[in-house]
């Protein structure tokens, strides 16, 4: 069974930084490319970063750009989202998520929700003023 979990939100103080990891299980996890999404209140869900299944290439939202680095340690088989400089509007829930497709057959960054297969539960990131 593929299981999908993340981890590390919280409340955090506008300008300050927070780290999120997840961990993926039940397909090799350095063959499939991961992403980042996050809904707030009211909105749909927004497309935040996505790497590739190397980590060598990377992609990000320009309401991200900047400020958010999203990482990969195959050995460990850890996703990372790394943010920095955060700002009100980035209080939402954080979703982990693999790709449907492995590099074999697919190779491009994906920031379509309808391209990731497999989903965690989120995680709450608040960002107070």
């Known amino acids: 069974q593929v299981q999908v979990e993340e981890s590390g939100g919280g409340q955090v103080q506008a300008g300050g930084s927070l780290r999120l990891s997840c961990v993926a299980s039940?397909?090799?996890?350095?063959?499939?490319?991961m992403g980042w999404f996050r809904q707030a209140p009211g909105k749909g869900r927004e497309f935040v970063a996505a790497?590739?299944?190397?980590?060598?290439?990377?992609r990000y939202s320009e309401a991200v750009k900047g400020r958010f680095t999203i990482s990969r340690d195959n050995a460990k088989n850890i996703l990372y989202l790394e943010m920095n400089s955060l700002k009100l509007e980035d209080t939402a829930v954080y979703y982990c998520?693999?790709?449907?497709?492995?590099?074999?057959?697919?190779?491009?960054?994906?920031?379509?929700?309808?391209?990731?297969?497999?989903w965690g539960r989120g995680t709450q990131v608040t960002v107070s003023s």
């Open positions: 790497i590739n299944f190397s980590g060598r290439n990377t």
């Open positions: 998520a693999q790709e449907r497709t492995s590099w074999y057959g697919d190779q491009s960054l994906k920031d379509n929700s309808r391209d990731y297969a497999y």
């Open positions: 039940g397909r090799p996890f350095r063959d499939y490319g």
